[in-house]
């Protein structure tokens, strides 16, 4: 894959674009996860100022997204998501990368996320990605079931 084929930008998540995929997003989760365990960051909240998301395109068409939101001493990975139809082209990794640049940007060190446990994919892009797993965070809850925890410190 030609990485130049790949755009990445910050954007404003209510752009028609964005909110199509943050919907497709949102149907995929709530087919796998009860809606107790889904942890799902609404489209307001990802307009917060503490929160930066980002689109992928890939030939003018956006078909990946992820967010960060800032707290004190870490950065929360959010929403990342690549529609099956661009799975594969490297458009995942790129996000990844972003949103590392994104939190070395805010002055901090350390990406914690929450994923899920029928998500091999995301699993194991986020441990190639040199995230490990750790306990809960934040206010998520300590006992579901669902959720996998993952932290990555910065060089």
């Known amino acids: 894959m030609d990485e ?3 755009m990445i930008a910050q954007v404003d998540p209510r752009a028609p674009s964005s909110a199509a995929l943050i919907q497709e997003l949102d149907r995929h ?3 796998l996860y009860p809606a107790d365990s889904n942890h799902l960051m609404d489209i307001d909240a990802l307009c917060a100022p503490d929160v930066r998301f980002f ?3 890939v030939d003018g ?3 990946g ?3 960060v939101k800032q707290f004190a001493d870490y950065t929360e990975v959010k929403r990342v998501y690549v529609s099956t ?3 594969g082209l490297g458009v995942a990794k790129r996000l990844i990368e972003t949103l590392e640049k994104a939190t070395r940007d805010a002055g901090l060190a350390v990406m914690r996320l929450e994923t899920g446990i029928y998500q091999p994919d995301a699993l ?3 441990e190639k990605m040199g995230f490990s797993h750790t306990s809960s965070f934040g206010d998520y809850p300590k006992d579901d079931p669902y959720s996998v925890f993952m932290e990555r410190k910065l060089p």
């Open 4 to 6: 130049q084929r790949i």
């Open 29 to 31: 989760l709530n087919g």
């Open 55 to 57: 689109v992928a395109q």
């Open 61 to 63: 068409e956006t078909v």
């Open 65 to 67: 997204c992820g967010a």
């Open 85 to 87: 139809r661009a799975r």
């Open 124 to 126: 194991a892009l986020f």
